[in-house]
């Protein structure tokens, strides 16, 4: 292959990015040329567009704060490469976030007012809002991982050197991650078990109801947990995940037939640039001219595969026919361009089965839902109860699946089949992501539809949009996980191979990470028990937090009586501000686990720190699915009751169902999201630390 092919593959995956960034500008102007509807409904929407921007601006600056001393010490450990590499993956996605959240947040006001029109504008309007943040993640990550790879190369690195710096950015986007999705869920859940405590249950007024202090801190957080959280999560797994990839195939391809570095190092740079294109081609199908929501949506993401799956193909044949050929078939049994492409279509499998298997643990429509909201009849314990045994179910078919697809790729093409097929799997997070944020959008616009008091016909509306969001929110949730986990896989063969590089003289790599080694065991067990202490911390702030805001409704309703007979206002501004300070209090020190222990493990011991890293792939993995798919149940057996099952609203089902609810809140939204970034910012603080580990 000539060089000129091999430069034209960077250009291609710059160029791919460059349109997913120009489609995120053209819907965004559409919108915003859009009627916000009424002053009340642009004053209620200014409300949550300045709480929100306000939250983002003070994490950032916690964040920095960390990032630059990290920033230093990178360039100590590793070289200036990697350090600027942290810095632009942090900036990256950073503003992915900001500036998906300020859409979101102006997207609100817009569907409600679309509603008025019915579902088909209504619908057009959140989902396009919604896919701007998407196709801004994978833009602006691939935009970030090509555009620093082509100016490393062109400015001498070798592609070892250039891929291996690259690290540097998937850990940048991996501590905004954690960071995003620990003080986003804290601030989100915090708010809303405040709203639904006071407001509802003891105050017994319908939830966005303008009286409740809580209601517009609980509409922020869903934008900076829902739509911001959830661009930082996947922009680092996009980001990490390209990089893991290019990295290992730089060190598994060096056959005998010459040097494939370049052409395998942009062969997932360009998959990932033409499933840019399918996402693009897929948002815009989403349409209907019925009711049928979640058909519409699904569509979209069905065209987005086909189309990918379609481009694989070519591409691989393109780049990797001579690696293949004269590489991988060296020390494997006959390995093809075929097997290649097989992978990639196990990956967007994957993301297919997960989808499947996350909406029938969590749609109303299924038995797991309704059993919880049966056992509600009953009383709270018993809705508790039957909502942690769904949750802890919901982990074993997608355990079966993910264990599946290692297999079917492994025994295809090696671990570098694994790798293929997560990058193919992630090659729909465009679409995924807008999927997630149109949750936040449809909410917010039936909250602007309550306390706006706009016309029934329009809460009937918005009502079914925002079910179909929380279903949505709940399957990417599990895409989520998936992608992680296999992500992470990932990383730890590019954590043992790149031990080679750095093991002293004489050292059996064969021997590393032996069962039968007592390190290896402790660092399995450390790396359990980091998990279940991130969430227990992640879940423990959400109780302290929401406890804050507990007080202060009940204090603004104890001293203002006007409030609940609407003569008075009550200073949702003072709510914002207390939750704020809270999460961004709390969310520092289980930020700090993923990078502080696997230092000191790392210190002490490889072998430990390889078992660290196994452990908290394999417990974090269960960890995350069972709460965020236990709380996605709980809260739809709410919203099933709600519409008239089992008593109905004001029933005692009622009641045990919000009880539920309010525990499953930082199940979903906080603890179990929060622990993909941080398997991922485990594994990659291991690779970044092997010049320092103790062999």
């Known amino acids: 292959m000539t060089s000129f092919l091999t430069d034209y593959g960077v250009v291609v995956a710059l160029v791919c990015a460059g349109a997913a960034i120009v489609y995120g500008l053209l819907i965004t102007q559409r919108l915003l040329s859009r009627s916000a509807g009424d002053e009340r409904m642009r004053e209620i929407s200014g409300a949550v567009q300045e709480g929100a921007s306000v939250y983002l601006r003070r994490q950032y600056m916690i964040i920095a704060a960390v990032a630059v001393p990290l920033a230093i010490v990178l360039w100590a450990l590793q070289d200036y490469k990697t350090a600027l590499g942290f810095v632009l993956g942090g900036v990256l996605s950073g503003a992915t976030g900001f500036i998906g959240m300020n859409l979101s947040v102006r997207a609100n006001a817009r569907v409600a007012e679309a509603a008025r029109g019915g579902v088909p504008p209504a619908l057009d309007v959140a989902f396009k809002g919604g896919s ?9 990550a691939l935009l970030g991982v090509a555009g620093y790879y082509g100016i490393l190369v062109a400015t001498g690195s070798t592609d070892k050197e250039a891929v291996s710096a690259l690290i540097g950015l998937g850990f940048g986007g991996s501590l905004i991650s954690v960071f995003a999705r620990l003080g986003g869920g804290i601030f989100t859940k915090a708010a809303d078990v ?28 869903d934008n900076v947990g829902d739509c911001a959280g959830m661009a930082a999560d996947l922009f680092e797994t996009y ?72 481009a694989f193909y070519p591409i691989t044949d393109w780049l990797m026919s001579d690696p293949v050929r004269l590489g991988l078939s060296a020390t494997a049994n006959a390995v093809s361009v075929t097997d290649l492409w097989l992978c990639a279509v196990i990956g967007v499998a994957v993301t297919a089965f997960l989808f499947v298997i996350t909406d029938y643990y969590t749609s109303t429509r299924f038995r797991p839902v309704r059993t919880i909201a049966k056992a509600s009849e009953t009383g709270h314990a018993t809705n508790i109860i039957q909502g942690l045994a769904q949750g802890l179910q919901s ?178 501004g003072k709510t914002v501000g207390i939750v704020t300070a809270a999460a961004q209090r709390e969310m520092i020190l289980p930020s700090l686990i993923p990078i502080v222990i696997p230092v000191v493990v790392g210190l002490l011991s490889v072998d430990a720190l390889g078992g660290l890293l196994i452990g908290v792939i394999v417990v974090g993995l269960f960890m995350a699915i ?13 919203k099933l009751i709600e519409d008239g099952a089992f008593g109905g609203k004001g029933s005692e089902a009622h009641a045990a169902s919000i009880t539920g609810d309010t525990v499953g809140d930082p199940y979903k939204d906080t603890a179990g999201p929060a622990i993909n970034p941080m398997i991922k910012v485990a594994n990659i603080v291991a690779i970044l630390i092997i010049p320092i580990v103790h062999f």
């Open 194 to 221: 405040g709203a639904d405590l006071v407001g509802k249950v003891e105050a017994g007024i319908p939830e966005d109801d303008p009286r409740n202090p809580a209601v517009i801190a609980d509409n922020v957080g």
């Open 239 to 310: 980001a990490v995940t390209s990089v893991a990839v290019m990295l290992l195939g730089v060190l598994t391809f060096t056959g005998s037939g010459g040097d494939f570095a370049r052409e395998v190092a942009i062969f997932p740079l360009v998959i990932g640039g033409a499933a840019i294109v399918a996402s693009i081609i897929g948002a815009l199908s989403v349409r209907t001219k019925s009711d049928r929501v979640e058909g519409a949506l699904y569509q979209g993401l069905l065209v987005s595969g086909a189309l990918s799956i379609a």
């Open 132 to 140: 701007v943040t998407g196709l801004l993640v994978v833009g602006l």
């Open 395 to 572: 982990t074993a078919a997608p355990a079966l699946v993910i264990a599946l697809a290692i297999l079917a790729a492994n025994d295809l093409a090696g671990v570098y089949g694994i790798g293929v097929a997560v990058m193919a799997q992630l090659s729909l997070t465009g679409l995924i992501v807008a999927l997630d944020a149109f949750g936040p959008i449809t909410d917010n616009a039936g909250g602007i539809a309550e306390m706006a008091d706009l016309p029934e016909e329009v809460r009937n509306v918005t009502d079914p949009l925002d079910a179909v969001g929380n279903t949505t929110k709940a399957v990417t949730k599990g895409y989520a996980i998936g992608s992680a986990a296999l992500a992470a896989l990932v990383l730890f063969a590019v954590f043992k191979s790149e031990l080679s590089d750095e093991a002293p003289a004489g050292f059996d790599l064969n021997g590393l990470f032996n069962l039968s080694s007592p390190e290896v065991l402790v660092g399995l067990i450390i790396g359990g028990m980091m998990v279940y202490l991130f969430a227990s911390l992640a879940i423990e702030a959400v109780g302290r937090a929401g406890g804050l805001v507990v007080e202060e409704v009940r204090r603004q309703f104890r001293e203002h009586p006007g409030i609940m007979e609407g003569t008075e206002r009550p200073e949702y």
């Open 626 to 638: 069972s709460m965020t798919a236990g709380g996605g149940a709980w809260d739809n057996a709410k």
